[in-house]
């Protein structure tokens, strides 16, 4: 799990909240906040892990945003054992920070957004084009929702998602 930024056409910063699976490399959720707090980061983990098994590990960073007691809270609620790794360390986070960089570069770098609720619609698009159509390398070229699905990537454009700048080869 792990936070970045983006900045609207007015200069209002909101943050993109990310929750990656990384055994899959499902992509979760991805959820914008113009304030993160612990509060936001519990409330949004309670509504993407409700119905599943909780995870054995959830890696994050030292940011104060999570709270004082968050790996506490998340032992007791899911029985996960939570790392935090050092500041200003990305490459012991380097599956998240490597789903952020994608984002960034093949989302939200194109988009000049207005306000939370357009930011939340682009990056939602986003994550249902990186977990249905996206080939992943590192899983042998497989995409996270359909792993038998595999990618030869020699085929010609067949669709572009609508609003984004995304294609779809097959």
């Given amino acids: 799990i792990d936070f970045f930024t983006i900045e609207t056409a007015f200069f209002q910063t909101f943050y993109v909240f990310v929750i990656i699976e990384i055994h899959s490399r499902k992509l979760i959720d991805i959820a914008v906040t113009s304030s993160p707090t612990a509060d936001f980061i519990k409330t949004v983990l309670r509504n993407n892990l409700a119905f599943r098994s909780g995870p054995d590990l959830i890696i994050r960073d030292r940011d104060p945003k999570y709270g004082k007691d968050f790996n506490k809270k998340i032992k007791e609620l899911y029985g996960s054992k939570v790392i935090a790794v050092s500041s200003y360390s990305p490459n012991l986070n380097a599956y998240c920070e490597r789903v952020i960089g994608s984002t960034q570069r093949e989302c939200t770098d194109h988009f000049l957004c207005f306000n939370s609720t357009h930011i939340q619609r682009v990056?939602?698009?986003?994550?249902?084009?990186?977990?249905?159509?996206?080939?992943?390398?590192?899983?042998?070229?497989?995409?996270?929702?359909?792993?038998?699905?595999i990618f030869d990537l020699k085929g010609k454009c067949t669709s572009i998602q609508t609003g984004s700048l995304l294609y779809d080869y097959l």
């Fill in 123 to 149: 990056v939602s698009s986003y994550k249902t084009y990186y977990n249905e159509q996206r080939p992943h390398q590192d899983i042998g070229q497989k995409i996270p929702e359909n792993p038998t699905e």
